[in-house]
């Protein structure tokens, strides 16, 4: 009989995913490992963001240029998020609220609304499935700008890619 050491270990990893088959679990790509060869080098992945860059970008009717995400190749579908947005404001108007710079911070976004940086979403798509950015505040006393919003495209909801999740990194 064979002696068993307080130092084994058991590894056990499990893939449970209905649309995976059997004989893809066998598969390295399937584990999210790549061939080295397969990667694309940091130079490459520059090269394909400036392309994309330039491929996209335009000036639209009010001067402004505009340029489309960069999104990955296969990303996840970025899921409703509206529940943790307003969950996210809630929070981040207690706060204003509590620290006495509710009003500072609702100027900062009713000045953006005045340069037409941001809009009033119609009442025709309030209700149709998109992707917000959560917010929150930062103040810098001694800045031209002492009261910012930053956001958050880290933010996620359970099973739900964020938006950083989706998009190239270079």
């Known amino acids: 009989m064979r002696e068993i ?6 590894l056990v990893t499990s893939k449970l995913n209905k649309e995976t088959l059997i004989s893809d679990i066998w598969s390295l790509d399937a584990l999210g490992i790549l061939d080295p060869s397969e990667k694309k ?24 240029f505009q340029v489309s ?19 996210r404001l809630d929070s981040t108007i207690k706060r204003l609220k509590s620290e006495k710079l509710y009003n500072a911070y609702g100027e900062v976004f009713n000045e953006w609304k005045r340069e037409g940086i941001i809009e009033v ?43 950083n999740d989706c998009l190239e990194k270079d």
């Open 5 to 10: 050491s307080e130092n084994s270990t058991l």
């Open 41 to 64: 080098n940091k130079l490459e992945l520059q090269e394909e963001a400036r392309d994309h860059f330039l491929s996209t970008v335009k000036v639209n009717e009010e001067g402004r």
């Open 69 to 87: 995400l960069p999104w990955l190749d296969n990303h996840l579908p970025l899921k409703d998020n509206h529940d943790l947005a307003v969950k």
């Open 121 to 163: 979403v119609p009442k025709s798509e309030i209700d149709l499935p998109c992707h917000y950015l959560p917010h929150r505040h930062v103040v810098k006393e001694n800045s031209t700008t002492r009261i910012r919003p930053v956001f958050d495209a880290s933010a996620k909801q359970k099973g739900s890619p964020s938006l």
